[in-house]
């Protein structure tokens, strides 16, 4: 079965550390997304991306980055962490315009020390 | 600013007891409206969708509504179940423009038998 999965689901560093989050998705979406969610907030976006090559900045992209060198895969990278980037981060991928569903991963607790 | 209310925070109800969430936006143009369920620590689900001409949608137990006029839309969960202990996430769309979806930040339901 088409899936997307999320890679670590949970993971500790050091502030300073670049950190990297692994999406992969089987169902050959376009469209892929990076959201934080925090207590207080509703999910909140991070980065974007329509296709291969394109990215664009979501609502709190600083100290972000992600690439997209392919369909399945939109790796999510934390420069130098923070302690405010502590948080749970979700991949979600859609295909389509927004009338459609977008379909989260599981999630991935980081933990920044 | 485009923004969406959920009421209330949190909620406990009874074992097949029935209850509504709430949810007010102010997001425009407006594009769809989407209910999800996430179950803790997991990725949300969508439950339903609402577009502009569509008053009541149903999924099984779970009946949306939304006023399109007013900028409202309620979940009614009924005969309620403890697997319907989750948060439920209420997400608009606003049409064209970069990806528009703002999330609120959630009912926090919590079924007790």
């Known amino acids: 079965d088409a899936e997307i999965t999320q890679s670590p689901r949970h993971k500790i560093t050091e502030t300073g550390r670049q950190v990297t989050l692994a999406c992969h998705q089987t169902w050959n979406h376009n469209n892929m997304f990076w959201y934080r969610q925090d207590l207080g907030h509703g999910l909140r976006l991070i980065h974007y991306?329509?296709?291969?090559?394109?990215?664009n900045k979501g609502e709190v992209s600083d100290g972000y980055s992600v690439s997209r060198s392919n369909t399945e895969d939109l790796p999510l990278t934390l420069e130098s962490a923070a302690s405010s980037q502590t948080s749970v981060y979700f991949c979600?991928?859609?295909?389509?315009?927004?009338?459609?569903?977008?379909?989260f991963g599981p999630g991935t607790r980081l933990t920044v020390l | 600013k485009n923004q969406v209310e959920q009421s209330p925070q949190s909620l406990i109800i009874l074992e097949g007891k029935n209850c509504t969430l709430q949810?007010?936006?102010?997001?425009?143009?407006?594009?769809?409206l989407r209910w999800y369920k996430q179950d803790t620590g997991r990725g949300p689900v969508s439950l339903t969708i609402?577009?502009?001409?569509?008053n009541t949608k149903s999924n099984g137990r779970y009946t949306a509504t939304l006023d399109a006029d007013t900028k409202q839309s309620s979940l009614h969960i009924t005969a309620s179940q403890l697997s319907d202990s989750a948060s439920y996430i209420c997400?608009?769309?606003?049409?064209?423009?970069?990806?528009?979806?703002?999330f609120g930040k959630g009912t926090h339901l919590i079924i007790q038998p």
């Open positions: 979600a991928s859609r295909p389509g315009t927004d009338e459609n569903e977008q379909f």
């Open positions: 997400v608009v769309s606003r049409r064209g423009g970069a990806d528009g979806l703002t």
């Open positions: 949810c007010n936006y102010t997001v425009s143009p407006f594009s769809n």
């Open positions: 991306s329509y296709g291969v090559q394109d990215t």
């Open positions: 609402m577009t502009f001409s569509e």
